[in-house]
Structures are given as structure tokens and as C-alpha cells.
């Protein structure tokens, strides 16, 4: 289907009431030109999680993060604060560093240009005959990168709005949780071969919880008791709640937590920051997806999961406890690795045609809103 024909479509899609929605065209996952368009509009203008500042605690930590093409070092400088540069040496543009660890410089792994933590070049050997060497001129490309409640975002959009800014009616909702001190339990990276925009919105709709997910989390609330959080129509998230039964195992408050009175104890949040940042936001944990695509039918995964401080400080044995977090945690991912990699193949299919969507799936249409305002003009 020619990109001009899948985004008319998908502003008619936009433009209609939730009652009458559909899933969006099937060229949107499947088109070439609509990623190429995506990359530039939606990846290359938005705020992407790189994860969760506690990652990189203490001054001297770092990790690196790919932002489609350009490599990013995220550093904790000497002075606490966390900055982000381009992972790409000055001189003849090599990365600097993989991975994750504790430096007090960055030396090039080619020719040992080395640069502090603030991204400035502090020395290269044998650049004395040249006289077009600057050191000062010379600094690792500076990323704009910003902490919202203990999420590391970053974008390469000097234009775009402040995280906190475009979250506020959100914050107002979730600050009561204190995530920012919930302690990282475990970050990964993964491939799935699906389009990336079947994670968001599988992650965003919770039809397929007592279904998909009828083994693990979906036995421990009533999905059709759910709630969505008002998000206007120009809003860049989303956010649900929902309310865990008294006896489910997880997603209630710790009873040394302070933070959570009433039915908060027991309730979730669930935000999505487009276009790809999900978590789930409860009481006890938090667990999220981060998204990139990497071709039409592949996306880059950052998986994490956090555990809320009373309940790191009162476990046994703490070792065993995220263990046990991250092995119910992997069986939801497998349990949702199945159904996004079958969609992306059904949307491949000649017959496919893209049905009708239930109201659970509110959040959906919300993002198709979202890339109809960003893709057509
Ligand atoms: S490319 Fe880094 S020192 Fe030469
Ligand atoms: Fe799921």
C-alpha cells in the first residue's frame, strides 16, 4: 500500500470515536516508508528511556544506550548529576565504551584520546604537529538528557518539551509512589521479530491479560474494572489503573510502606510515554519495556524491573526475592512475545484485515491519535 494511501487512512482512524475504531492499517507496521518516516518524526523528535538513574549510582558510573544510529554514553558526573554525551570518539569517530561500569575518564580504544566525565577532551597523544587540533573544540557531542522520577529520558530534539513538562498532569497521579527510590533489580536487552509499535500497544491494553496471560498476571485482578486516566487529545502518554484483589501475591503496598493510603495500596498505574515507554507502576514493583525499532520487523527491547525500598530492606534473602521477581517477570515477556511476534506475522498476511477494538483497548486509539498527529501532515 503506497505511505500517502496508509496515512490517510490512519487520520480518518485518528478522527474517529473510540466506538468506531479499528486497529490501525496494516501498512503501518508493515511499510518501509512509514518506519522511515517514524525514525525521523517520532524517534528522531521525541523523548526515549535509556533507564533508571539508579543504574549509574554513583559519580564515575556509566552505561551506554543506542538511539537508533548514535551511541550514547549516560555518566554520573563528580557533581551527582547525570549527563549524556555521543558515544563517538572525536577523532576518527570510534565508540568509546561498552556496556556498563565505573571510569574516571574515557580513553578511545583506537588511539587514546581521552576525555573526562563532563566530555571534555583532556588529552591525545601526539597531536602537537597539528595545527588544527583544539582540545577545547573537541568535546564529546553533548545529548540533551533529562531525570523524571528516576527515569533517565533523552532526546535528540533540542526543540523538545521538557519531560516534566509534558508529564505534568501524570505526576500529579504517580509522584505518590516515590519510584525514584525504587532500587533496579535487573535491566536486559532483547530482539523480538515484531514491529515495534505491536509491543506499545499490547502493553497498553489489558484485553489480553485473562487470556495471554491467564498463567501469570492475569489471575490477579479483574481486567473489566480497569480505569484510564485523563489524557488530553494533544497529550504525548497515556495511563491506566487498575486494582489488584486482596489476596493476589503481588502489586499490594508493603506494610512498612508509608508512601500509599486507602485503595492506592492495592492499585497500579500503568503509563505509557510515547512512543515507547511503558511500565507498570505498582506499589511493591515496577517493571518496564523501552522500544526501538530496528527495521520493519525487529524492535530493541531494554527490559527492567525495580522493587520499592521496604521491600528490599525486609526480604531474607534479597538474592533469592529478585530471582523470583525476574522468573515471573520472564514468563509474562515469553507470554508476550508470542502473541506480538503472531501479530506482526498476521499483519504480513495478503487476507489480513485490521478489526474492531474494545474498549479496554481505549489506549490504543489514543495512540493512533498520537501518530496520526506526528506522521500526517
Ligand atoms: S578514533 Fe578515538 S582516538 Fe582515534
Ligand atoms: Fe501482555
Redesign the pocket.
Known amino acids: 500500500m503506497a505511505v500517502e494511501r496508509i496515512l490517510a487512512e490512519l487520520k480518518a482512524l485518528g478522527a474517529r470515536q473510540l466506538a468506531e475504531a479499528t486497529a490501525p492499517p496494516k501498512g503501518m507496521y508493515t511499510s518501509p516508508d512509514i518506519l522511515a518516516l517514524e525514525q525521523e518524526r517520532i524517534f528522531g523528535a521525541g523523548w526515549l528511556c535509556a533507564g533508571r538513574a539508579d543504574e549509574i549510582a554513583r559519580p564515575g558510573d556509566y552505561m551506554t544506550f543506542e538511539m537508533g544510529p548514535q551511541p550514547v554514553i549516560l555518566v554520573r558526573g563528580k557533581d551527582g548529576a547525570v549527563r549524556a554525551h555521543a558515544n563517538t ?6 565508540p ?1 565504551v561498552e556496556g556498563k561500569g565505573n571510569a574516571s575518564r574515557f ?7 581521552t576525555y573526562g566525565l563532563d566530555g571534555g577532551l583532556v588529552a ?1 597523544p601526539h597531536m602537537d604537529r597539528t595545527s588544527c587540533f583544539d582540545k577545547k573544540e573537541l568535546s564529546l557531542a553533548v545529548i540533551r538528557c533529562e531525570i523524571y522520577q528516576g527515569w533517565i529520558y533523552v532526546t535528540l530534539n533540542g526543540g523538545a518539551r521538557p519531560v516534566a513538562d509534558m508529564l505534568a498532569p501524570l505526576t500529579s497521579v504517580i509522584e505518590r509512589y516515590g519510584q525514584e527510590h525504587y532500587r533496579t533489580i535487573f535491566t536486559e536487552e532483547h530482539v523480538w521479530y515484531t514491529n515495534w509499535k505491536c509491543l506499545t500497544e499490547n502493553f497498553m491494553e489489558s484485553y489480553h491479560l485473562p487470556v495471554a496471560h491467564r498463567e501469570t498476571v492475569g489471575a490477579n485482578f479483574t481486567v473489566s474494572e480497569n480505569t484510564f486516566g485523563e489524557a488530553g487529545d494533544e497529550d504525548d502518554f497515556a495511563f491506566q489503573f487498575f486494582t489488584k484483589t486482596e489476596g493476589a501475591p503481588v502489586g499490594r503496598a508493603h506494610p512498612a510502606n508509608d508512601r500509599l493510603e486507602g485503595d492506592w495500596r492495592r492499585t497500579s498505574v500503568m503509563p505509557t510515554v510515547f512512543p515507547s515507554h511503558m511500565y507498570v507502576l505498582a506499589p511493591d514493583h515496577l517493571w518496564y519495556l523501552s522500544l526501538q525499532p530496528d527495521g520493519v520487523g525487529r524492535t530493541r527491547i531494554r527490559y527492567g524491573a525495580a522493587l520499592a525500598p521496604e521491600v528490599m530492606d525486609s526480604a531474607d534473602d534479597s538474592l533469592a526475592l529478585i530471582a523470583e521477581k525476574k522468573a515471573f517477570l520472564d514468563k509474562v515477556q515469553v507470554e508476550d512475545k508470542h502473541v506480538v511476534e503472531g501479530i506482526f506475522n498476521g499483519a504480513m498476511s495478503p487476507l489480513a484485515v485490521p478489526g474492531p477494538l474494545s474498549w479496554m483497548e481505549q489506549e490504543n486509539h489514543q495512540f493512533a491519535r498520537y501518530l496520526a498527529r506526528h506522521l500526517c501532515d
Not at 570518539?89 to 570510534?94: A, E, G, S, T, Y
Open positions: 570518539c572525536r577523532h576518527r569517530m570510534m568509546l580513553t578511545c580504544p583506537y588511539h587514546a584520546w591525545a
